[in-house]
């Protein structure tokens, strides 16, 4: 099985195969088999990404806002018509159900195009009379901007900063994930296809070397990164000896609250989805579940019994609704903290073990009796695994629910609505639902607080983050001095 790409690289408009730099390969967690080869991009390679997407930015910036949108909006519909297509492509490169990915990825980026392509038209800034005198801003592009992403939702993840990115009058050099690297490429060709012009969004392969040699370079202005916190603090640094923006959308330790008087299927419907749809590899996971004691029980009876219907199998397959993690790397790492979790005591409620069958499968798991000081209830997993804490007060459980680095998301559930704006109120999160879990709108900001990042993705707000404010004085009188 090969779902290999014209080339690894998409420079000035075309693909750029380029072997010199070491290979790595894209594999199937389903069957472990390589799908792709690809290679490091060279330093020379990343002088011509940089250069092309330098080049073209000036040209792109002059256009009027309606006819940077029109190649966006044509991109969106591109890629809706190879809807199945780019899923399939995306379902071999990550390992998610087909049944997720027709659904949730590039229909996800679709959307991205189409908001800010609607967008493009109506960015600008504000005046501000002063008697005579006034001044107004203009909110400019930032130039060559440097998007690097993590492994899964590749093409969800370049569509969200290349959208708002480009819409903006800026270029882009892209360097997906190592373990993900193939949609990008499909992104360009389709940028293409729409009518951006050669250079303005170029994607370069590369493992984190890559990464770290585009943010070194002088021509790039702002480095948007989805990744986790340790890679995050590494390029926030270099970012910052060049004075760089950034975006940081990094890791999480999410939780949701579930109050006893809550729609109990609802609640099991949220802590199901915020841990097990990607197999659990999202970083706005509400993976710390705190359910009000009186409602333990029946919440651990209500999810056993529907965590029967999970179907692993073939991720192609459109009734298989679980996945195979993306690596076995990743697959080792999550069963070690599984193992952790038993040898500290949380009670396991179902999964616990890789599954018995091929492909690097981890059953989706649940521990309840989970304690604060726990490993699992402490790091990101970025796995099928459910922590269940138990708590009595709201007070207490906002408390506990804070009581983490991390920042992303939150989650609250109860039919007392008041409670609810009162607990989103004071989670410390990026986003907060009330009666609902992990829904990313594309009109609504995300991004995190804390360890969890900086900036915003989507929205109206992502326009702050690609583009920077100038003022203009305007003097409509005499100008005084004092000699
Ligand atoms: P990662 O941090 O290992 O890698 C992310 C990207 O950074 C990759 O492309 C990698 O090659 C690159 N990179 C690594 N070192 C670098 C360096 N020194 N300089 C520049 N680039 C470098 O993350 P991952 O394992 O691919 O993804 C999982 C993580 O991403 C989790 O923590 C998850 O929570 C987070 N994530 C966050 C969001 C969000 O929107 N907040 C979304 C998805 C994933």
Redesign the pocket.
């Known amino acids: 099985m090969r779902a290999q790409p014209t080339a690894s690289h998409y420079i000035d408009g075309a693909y750029v195969d380029d072997t010199t730099g070491d290979s790595f390969d894209s594999l199937y967690g389903y069957t472990g088999e390589t799908i792709a080869t690809l290679h490091d991009a060279t330093p020379d390679l990343i002088d011509r990404a940089l250069a092309s997407a330098a080049r073209a930015q000036v040209a792109w910036a002059a256009l009027p806002g309606v006819e940077r949108g029109r190649v966006l909006r044509r991109a969106a519909d591109i890629m809706r018509e190879r809807n199945r297509e780019l899923s399939e492509l995306e379902t071999l490169d990550t390992g998610k159900p087909l049944q997720e990915t027709l659904v949730a990825d590039a229909t996800s980026g679709a959307d991205a195009l189409e908001y800010f392509g609607g967008i493009a038209a109506s960015i600008g800034g504000e005046h501000v009379q002063l008697g005579d005198d006034f001044f107004y801003t203009r909110r400019e592009p930032l130039g060559v901007c440097v998007g690097?992403?993590?492994?899964?939702?590749p093409i969800q993840?370049a569509c969200w900063k290349a959208a708002p990115a480009l819409a903006c009058g800026n270029a882009m050099v892209f360097?997906?994930?190592?373990?993900t690297p193939l949609s990008a490429l499909k992104l360009a060709e389709i940028l293409t296809e729409a009518g951006a012009p050669p250079g303005l969004f170029n994607v370069v392969q590369g493992?984190?070397a890559v990464?770290?040699a585009l943010?070194d370079d002088p021509r790039t202005a702002k480095v948007s990164?989805?990744?986790?916190?340790?890679?995050?603090r590494?390029?926030y640094a270099?970012a910052a000896e060049g004075m760089r923006h950034v975006t940081m959308?990094?890791?999480?330790k999410s939780p949701i609250l579930i109050f006893d008087d809550a729609d109990l299927d609802a609640a099991v419907s949220g802590a199901i989805n915020g841990n097990f749809y990607s197999s659990g590899q999202?970083?706005?996971n509400g993976t710390r579940v705190f359910v009000q004691r009186d409602l333990l029980d029946p919440f651990l009876t209500r999810l056993s019994e529907r965590l029967n219907g999970v179907v692993m199998g073939d991720p192609l397959d459109e009734t298989t609704n679980f996945g195979p993690m993306t690596t076995e790397r990743q697959m080792q790492i999550v069963l070690d903290y599984i193992e952790k979790a038993k040898a500290e005591g949380a009670r396991l409620i179902a999964g616990g073990a890789r599954a018995d069958r091929d492909g690097w499968f981890i059953a989706p798991t649940v521990f309840a009796d989970v304690t604060d000081d726990m490993t699992i209830a402490q790091e990101?997993i970025?796995g099928p695994v459910m922590s269940v804490l138990t708590f009595d007060t709201e007070a207490e459980a906002v408390t506990r629910a804070n009581a983490t680095p991390f920042g992303?998301s939150a989650g609250v559930f109860t039919r007392d609505l008041a409670r609810g704006h009162r607990v989103a109120a004071r989670l410390q999160a990026g986003t907060a639902w009330i009666n609902t879990y992990n829904l990313t709108p594309v009109e609504m900001p995300?991004?995190?607080v804390k360890m969890?990042?900086i900036g915003r993705?989507n929205s109206r707000e992502a326009i702050a983050h690609w583009t920077q404010v100038k003022s203009v004085y305007v003097g409509a009188g005499t100008v005084e001095a004092p000699y």
Request: charged share 15%.
């Open positions: 690097i992403g993590a492994w899964n939702y993840i360097k997906p994930s190592e373990t493992r984190g990464g770290a943010i990164l989805t990744g986790s916190v340790p890679t995050g590494k390029v270099s959308e990094l890791g999480g999202i970083c706005s990101e970025f992303l995300f991004g995190g969890s990042g993705e």
